[in-house]
């Protein structure tokens, strides 16, 4: 049975210079793992038996990012599946997409991660190593794009 993990790719915006575009003013949240190649994801974790798969992610996120659901706005009409192998099994990972209501608000890392970082698109995509990560990073920016 494959494996199966959720997730929140949360972003804020900055308050934006009057010249500079608003989609200038968005910034990404990324964890680096603190275990294998240190890489760097949005907060996501497996689901626990009884958990749907929405809920699985807000827990994932509080857990690693020490950041409650009511601190974030839930964006309706995104939700992404990524399938990739992992030690040879499959997985399966569902995004869904959450702004943070405010752009301050502090960042408390669980054991699980050792830095975050929040970044714009372009960094992002180089901070995430996978294509599908990267990919979907320049979709999610798509949609909030296609959206003001």
Known sequence: MAVRACGLIIYRRL?????????????????QTSYGTHHWTP???????GEDDLQTAFRETQEEAGLQASQLTLVEGYKKELHYPVHGKPKT????????????????????????????????CKFAEYEDMQAMLKEVHQFLCSRE
């Open 43 to 49: 907060p996501k974790g497996h689901v626990d038996p």
């Open 93 to 124: 990972v569902v995004y869904w997409l959450a702004e943070m209501k405010d752009f301050n608000t502090e960042i408390k890392l669980s054991e699980e991660h050792q830095a975050f970082q929040w970044l714009k698109l372009e960094d992002a």
């Open 15 to 31: 308050q934006p210079a009057p010249s500079s575009k608003v989609t200038d003013s968005i910034e990404y949240l990324l964890l």
